[in-house]
């Protein structure tokens, strides 16, 4: 391959996104690959978050039902902003909760054991959030998590085959909880094939989209899978801590969730103050309490940015980055032990780099002591994101070119190779 500098900069001459990275605040001083972590504040969220802020100052209790962005209606409006990167129907999708407030909600409207079925499948690569949930919500029904929480194993630490998940799928699971995307190696699951089965053998499947959403494109309706749920400060750039979101497929809809409280409710219903909810028709009887609508406020910005690149786009683009990550570290990091432990094919690999090294910890201090921002995994992974929306290919470039140095210059050894209070 052609590993010049030059080069690089022909690639991002030749990218048809390269117009989007104007929209963000990206540093001069600094190359961010973190955005798998947290995305970059875009200035459209911005403004959209300015927006919503005049309509509290001038609008103060109209800003419900008047103004820009309605906030009564915004969870809906989001919803609807999320069916073209998920592949569901605007009746779908909310935007509610956080990841594992959501996942708690769903458990609880989903797990409903009978009979032999009253375990849930999950697996053991995990990020333990999901874990902790399963576990509280097996406690809440009266089983013991280690009888009843079955995780798949993975043969390599890194990966998991589908063909290990279908045959855990026994006729004692009620439910299947996965990731979309492994959070350490990147590895998407074969979301539609799991579905597939899982239907075929009476158990009811869901997903966690935290590191796919708004980075590869989904088709959760066509796939019939029965709910998902996601946060939207990652690729989705939508700021530390704002909302999450929840997918019901509509053959669920109608029903009532089973955590309900006041943003359940009907919209035409819900100030009539009655003590005998009438839930809503659509995915919106799974929120649970009034919106968070200065958290809600940067998505739509974020969001539009999405619509007008396309996900097919920023596909494409992400896997041209990481293809060129996976080019340079292979043939500029050759003399170092670093370990790709990411899919190498298309249809597996998802919108980040995961390499392992001993000194992990070490060599991502020293990285960001250069003004190169990677995250760190414990025990010992670093992981890198190159971001369609923002990164360029010469970043790539500087960045493989700046690790090398470190490894030839030993500097990661003025750091302790112990993670930070955040990895």
Known sequence: MNTSREYSRVLDQHDSLNNFRKEFYVSTDKIYLDGNSLGLLSKRSEKSVLTILDSWKTLAIDGWTEGKHPWFYLSEKIGNQFASLLGGKPEELIATGSTTT??????????????????????????????YAIKSQLLLKGYLPDEHLVQVKSKDGHFLETKDIITAMTEDIAVIILPSVLYRSGQILDMQKITQVAHERGIVVGFDLCHSIGSIPHELSKWGVD?????????????????GGIYVNEKHLGQEPGLSGWFSSAKEKQFDLEHELTPAKTAGAYQIGTPHVLSIAPLTGSLELFHEAGINAIRKKSLQ???????????????????????????????????IHQHAASICKALKASGIIPDFRSPNGIRLAPVALYNTFEEVWRTVHTLKKIMEEERYKKFENTRGVIA
């Not at 959501?102 to 375990?119: C, D, E, I």
């Not at 709910?227 to 909302?243: E, I, M, R």
């Open 321 to 355: 980055l990481t293809d060129y990550l996976i080019e340079l570290v292979e043939n500029e990091l050759t003399d170092y032990p670093f370990e790709i432990t990411s899919p190498r094919d298309h249809v597996s690999r998802g919108g980040h780099i995961y390499l």
């Open 102 to 131: 959501n996942l708690h909600q769903l458990l609880a409207s989903f797990y409903k054991p009978k009979g032999k079925k009253t375990k849930i499948l999950a697996d053991e690569l995990n990020f333990p959030s999901d874990i």
């Open 227 to 243: 709910f998902a749920f996601w946060c939207t400060y990652k690729h989705l750039n939508g700021g530390p801590g704002s909302v």
